[in-house]
């Protein structure tokens, strides 16, 4: 988990309601722009699950646009356009290549990836309107489908 002291954590819960009702909330804190640390708690299938590892494991340090490529990437994959073994930016995510025949499945996979651009969105946001601008309402969380 990355609560800190000296450190704040923001968290987001994401959800897939289709199929089995997927659920993951995830915490982190990020720095500079950069992730410095993730944590989550996870309900989802097991796609989501091994993606789940791999992103905790692999996210500190990296920014949000650096994410999104990661993520696209992923996309790629689950939709079987697998890139080349020394174009792969993680490695790991070669494991999913079977996972284009089961595309209900893959909002599942990518649930954590979308969780850390939320986060980057409300460190954004925060960032913002700490000057005291008045920040826009709150609206509803759509759940991924």
Not at 77 to 91: E, K
Request: hydrophobic residues 45%.
């Amino acid at each position: 988990m990355c609560r800190g002291a000296d450190s704040e954590v923001l968290t987001t819960t994401v959800q897939r309601v289709l199929l089995g009702g997927s659920h993951l909330t995830m915490y982190a804190v990020i720095e500079e722009g950069r992730v410095k640390a993730v944590g989550c708690r996870v309900r989802v299938l097991s796609l989501g699950q091994a993606t789940t590892a791999i992103v905790a494991e692999r996210a500190p340090g990296m920014n949000a646009t650096e994410l999104r490529a990661v993520q696209g990437q992923l996309e790629q994959i689950l939709t079987g356009r697998m890139p080349g073994q020394d174009a792969l930016l993680w490695p790991e995510f070669a494991i999913f290549q079977n996972a284009a025949a089961m595309p209900s499945r893959h909002g599942s996979a990518l649930l954590p990836l979308r969780a850390l651009q939320e986060l980057f969105e409300t460190e954004l946001s925060a960032d913002r309107y700490s000057s005291g601008e008045a920040a826009p309402m709150a609206q509803q969380a759509k759940p991924y489908g």
